[in-house]
């Protein structure tokens, strides 16, 4: 079993920085792949972004290439979502998520077994 809790969201102007904390208990944080997804009112959950358990390989989706960084720091048993230059587009519920099971960066919203609840990000024009 594994526990997510995100932090850090907020309202921010556009061209603003956000960054995205998520605060993991119960299975050891460096054994599974981490993801961030993101889901605005009516519509589908989005890939943002995934990080192997080592942090040595990431994937972004291409709405957030060059503007947003993943990050974990398995010490603190913690992931990051670094985002700059936010655009009003990227308004959404951003969610952390982990993969136990099989190996390798994880794009699709089915690859991962647990889910935190949420912060909601919002950017202003």
């Known amino acids: 079993q594994v526990q997510l809790v995100e932090s850090g969201g907020g309202l921010v102007q556009a061209g603003g920085s956000l960054r995205l904390s998520c605060a993991a208990s119960g299975r050891t944080f460096s054994t599974y792949t981490m993801g961030w997804f993101r889901q605005a009112p009516g519509r589908e959950r989005e890939f943002v972004a995934s990080?192997?358990?080592?942090?040595?390989?990431?994937s972004y989706g291409d709405s957030v290439k060059g503007r947003f960084t993943i990050s974990r720091d398995n010490a603190k048993n913690t992931g990051y979502l670094q985002m700059n230059s936010l655009k009003p587009e990227d308004t959404a519920v951003y969610y952390c998520?982990?993969?136990?099971?099989?190996?390798?960066?994880?794009?699709?919203?089915?690859?991962?077994?647990?889910w935190g609840q949420g912060t909601q990000v919002t950017v202003s024009s």
């Open positions: 990080i192997l358990w080592s942090g040595r390989i990431t």
């Open positions: 998520a982990a993969a136990l099971y099989g190996s390798g960066i994880r794009e699709s919203a089915g690859q991962y077994n647990f």
